[in-house]
C-alpha cells in the first residue's frame, strides 16, 4: 500500500542538510518531492531533482535511477518507488556515507530553472468540491444549484495539457465572446471576469490499457503525487459557452502548476476517512472500497494569497484571501476519480493531470475561488491598501500553498504556485 507509514516518515529522522531541519520548511526529509530543473538561464536538457530543505538533490546523479525522464519514473510500480524513496531518504539522513559525494549534487532551488514536473499528455478536471458546486449553482440556478447527477458521479471535463504551465509564469489575459445577460448579440473582447480556482492536481504514475478499468481497490497504485493546481478561469466567458457541453475556451487559455511532485507515499501520515453524511447517497460499489472509506482522503491545509501590482510597487507583500482544507471540501477521493476515469476502458498513463475541482470550504470565508467570495462580483472584497477586488486585474498576482500538519508527524509543504495575469494583446 502506498498509503503505510514507514522509516521514511520517523519524525525523528533528520537530515545533513541544515535548511531541511527548520520548523516550517515544506521540503523536510520526511517530504522528498520530485520535481525538474535546470540551471537559470541555460539550455540544458531538464533534469530530475529531489527538493530537501532550500536545495534540490540532481538525482541521476546519485546513480539511485538511469534515467532523466520523470514519465519513466512515474511508471515503476510501488515498491519501486518505495524503494527509491527509501534510498533518497537514507542517503539525505543524518550520519549517511553518501553526505560527501550528494553534497557536490545539491544547488540552491533558487538558482535553478524548475519546469513542468512532467510531461502531460491529457489532463481532466474534476469538480469534486461540493460547496463550490453548491455556491456556484445557486449563482446560476437559485432554484436547484446541484445538477441531480453530482452525488453520483464525479463530474469532471477534459481539459487542455498544451497551455500547462508552472509556477512564475506571466500569463495574458484571454479575450473571447461574452454576451451581457441584457444585450442582443455576443461581442469579443479581453475577460472582464478572470478567476482563479484553488485546485490540487493528481498526476497518475502506472497507466491502464485500453479497455481494462481500474478497480477501486488498485486505483492508489496509480497515483504517483499531488501538486497545486490554478485553473484560471474567464467566468463572462464561462457563462455564454458552457452550455451544453461544459467549458472550452474561458479554461483552457492556461493552467498553472506547482514545481514539486509531493507523492503519495509521503503523504501516508497525512490521509484522513472518506465519510458521507447521513441522507447523502452512498458511492456506487465501484466507486466504494473499505480502504477507501478508511483513509482514501486526504488531509491538506489550502491558502491564497493575492499581491496587487499597486502593493508590490509599495513594498506591501501578499494579503492571504482564504485557507482551508481539502478534506472538508472534497465529495470524491483520487481513488475514485481514477476508478470512475477508467470504468469504460479509458486509457490513462504515465504523466496524466486530473485537477481536483475548486476546494472551497463549507464557510463562504474558505471559498476557493472570487467567483464564490464575491457572490458573483456582487460584493468586493477589499485589500488592505484599499483597493478592492471582483475578479483579477492585471498585474496581479495570484499564489496558492499548501501544507500537511498532524500530532505525530513532521510538516511537509507542497509548496507554493504563483502566477501574474498580464495584459490582453492589442
Ligand atoms: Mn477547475
Redesign the pocket.
Known sequence: MTNARDLTHDPKLRSWVPSANQADCDFPIQNLPFGRFRPHGSADALRIGVAIGDQVLELKATGLVDTDDMNALMARTPAERQALRAAISAGLAEGSAEQAAWSALLRPQSGVELAVPCRIGDYT???TGIHHATAVGLLFRPDQPLMPNYKWVPIGYHGRASSIGVSGQHFRRPQGQTKAPDASAPTVGPSKRLDY?L?LGFLIGRGNALGEPISIEEAEQHLFGVTLLS?W?ARDIQAWEYQPLG?FLS?SFATTLSPWIVTMEALAPFRAKFTRGAGEPQPLPYLDSAANRESGALDITLEVWLQTSAMREAGQPAVRLTRGNSTQAAYWTAAQLVAHHTVNGCNLQPGDLF?S??LSGAKPEEAGSLLELTKGGKEPIELPGGERRTFLEDGDTLTLRGYCERDGAVRIGLGEVSATVDPSPR
Request: aromatic share 16%.
Open positions: 478536471d474534476f469538480y480556482e485546485e485553473d478561469s467549458p479554461k485537477g475541482g475548486t
